[in-house]
């Protein structure tokens, strides 16, 4: 799921720049633990990403991370 959350990121940066798509995902993502996260593909340090951490600053919202 990961894989595809990414590309849906990345095709709506062009397609609806000013979504709030990602910061909704954000939030659904920080209700995850650990093994939820990694059970749908977010590997450790996903968040490091270029793809993902530039909307993870720029939304001000608190980092999703698996510990």
Known sequence: MCGILTILSYLLG?????TSWRERLFKLLDRLNADELRCVGFAEGWEECPL????????????????
């Open 52 to 67: 993902w951490k530039a909307h993870l600053v720029a939304s001000g919202e608190p980092r999703c991370q698996i510990i």
């Open 14 to 18: 062009y397609i609806a720049p000013n």
